[in-house]
């Protein structure tokens, strides 16, 4: 049988299975590196499929790693599966966790045949700027994978989204409290640190790229309108096109913050600093075989004229694509006009759309590493650089 249907037809006999991982983790949304059911649940089910699998690996408990196949040329697929606080799977990894365990046990179905070793990486923590994947990459857990995929839903199919590399950080400023009213001389106040901060961010955004991104949320303003804030506390985020251009506005961003502490005399405080994520770079040619695999399932690539593929979020995804060659298409639920990050989307996250992207998105990876498996120059190219 012809390996591609072959893989098929494994994954119409879990494809049921499938499904009701996709909409239990949705059912149950767990924040970064707690994501303590859903890594189990993946396990579980890939254990039952065949899989080689240790759970708790490289220090992190809510990472996993899933082997099946025993051949030369070593895949990677990504299962993500952590939430968004207060409005649980808004970015759909639920899609990308049973994604991953759909294409891997299609794909194992031919592993030995084709010389291939699938490797499923539970990667924890994507959001929120936790950085599981580049955690895992620095401990070793893409050693000798040769390419590496996932696939995430978004409103619309998108083969090679634009997505930007980032910092997260955490801003403190400590001043002193008065009576605001009867001593307000006595005070420094750290929420006008803060406002002078978030002016100049203001200003400086005349001088960004179109792409560059900045913004952040107050998370701690004050105690009460009667007492000068002595403790303010923000969370922010700096994306640029590239870590080149990254590292070129993070510090006049930093300047802005340290405006505030001049005008007021409170102390500027960086903490919770997180390691960057890289832009993400697509391999071409993996992209392109994404795309017909995609394609021969019957599903559409919406024309971006060139200049006008609009910048994305920003993923730990870019940072494994700097070391070996990667895909991270984005796959469409039809949720328009409702997009990631919404309650909105959280709902379509379960419709029928949704669940036909993972029969999709699944097959697509699975065929797609089979196409790395025998098409005979890539395959060597993969196999030349490791
Ligand atoms: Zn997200
Ligand atoms: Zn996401």
Redesign the pocket.
Known sequence: MDPKTAAQQRFTAVQPAVMALSHRIHAHPELGFAEEQASTWLAEMLTEAGFRVSQGVYDLPTAFIAEAGHGPLHIALCAEYDC?PGIGH??G?NLIAAMAVGAGIAAAQVADELGLTIRIIGTPA??LGGGGKIMLLERGAFAGAHAAMMVHPSPTDNVTPQMLANHHFGVRYTGKEAHASAYPELGINAADALTVAQVAIGLLRQHLRSTDRVHGIVTKGGEAPNIIPALTMARYIVRAKTLDELEDIRPKVMRCFEAGALATGAQLEIVGSRPPYAQMQHDPEIAALYRRNAEALGRQFPAIEAGQQRSG?S?DMGNVSLALPSIHPMIGIQSLPAV??QPEFTAHCITAAADQAIVDGALAMAWTAIDLATQAPLRQRLLGRA
């Open positions: 968004l808004a970015c990894h994507e959001e979020g993923t990631n990050h």
